[in-house]
């Protein structure tokens, strides 16, 4: 996964990205691994450092850009900085996703509900209301997913989706996310004729 580039107003917005991974390394030898120093040692001029925080990201920081700094110094003494920033965003869930058929329409009725991690944190999980989600469809596992219908989530985040005149292939449904809470895509659904 690519880091997104950096935000405008963020210090080192105008600097290089970093490489995917938080790694730096100082010549091109094979490593030998050292696990009782909190690094990689590498053979010659070679040392390769992980970065590991003392804590790790949870539901309490905040949803938004951040910016990783790594800096590192020389044996001369020189140092070199680098910026890379990525988005965070809250973990969302559709659940109890299933499809079935629909009598009165003559298609597929999908049903389920959005979940997200609680906002204020005193739960795990609470109700995503008022969000759109993508209902799509595919008529075999070799066809590309088509959005054929669209449904909204009520105050406790269920949600019901009709679409008519289809009742083969696969289903399932996407929430796109929003500015702090990521996407989620459910499993594919198939009904049986």
């Given at each position: 996964m690519e880091p997104a580039a950096p935000k405008d107003g963020v210090p080192g917005a105008n600097r290089p990205l970093l490489p995917p991974r938080l790694v730096w390394r100082l010549a091109a030898h094979k490593p030998v691994l050292d696990h009782g120093r909190g690094a990689a040692r590498l053979t010659d001029d070679w040392?390769?450092?992980?970065?590991l925080p003392d804590k790790k990201l949870n539901r309490f920081y905040p949803a938004g850009t951040w910016t990783v700094t790594a800096t590192a110094k020389g044996a001369n003494?020189?140092?070199v900085?680098?910026?890379?920033?990525?988005e965070l965003k809250r973990e969302s869930r559709l659940t109890a996703v299933r499809a079935e058929k629909s009598a009165r329409a003559g298609g597929v009725r999908l049903?389920?509900?959005?979940?997200?991690?609680?906002?204020?944190?005193?739960?795990?999980?609470?109700?995503?209301?008022?969000?759109?989600l993508e209902v799509l469809w595919r008529p075999d596992e070799s066809s590309a997913w088509q959005a054929v219908g669209e449904a909204t989530?009520?105050?406790?985040?269920?949600?019901?989706?009709?679409?008519?005149?289809?009742t083969d292939g696969f289903w399932r449904v996407r929430f796109p996310g929003t500015g702090?809470?990521?996407a989620d895509l459910s499993k594919a659904r198939q009904i049986a004729q």
């Open positions: 040392q390769t450092w992980r970065f003494g020189t140092t900085t680098q910026y890379a920033s990525f049903r389920g509900s959005l979940t997200r991690v609680d906002p204020r944190g005193l739960t795990d999980y609470g109700p995503f209301a008022k969000q759109r989530t009520d105050a406790a985040g269920a949600f019901v989706g009709t679409v008519q005149g289809r702090h809470y990521a």
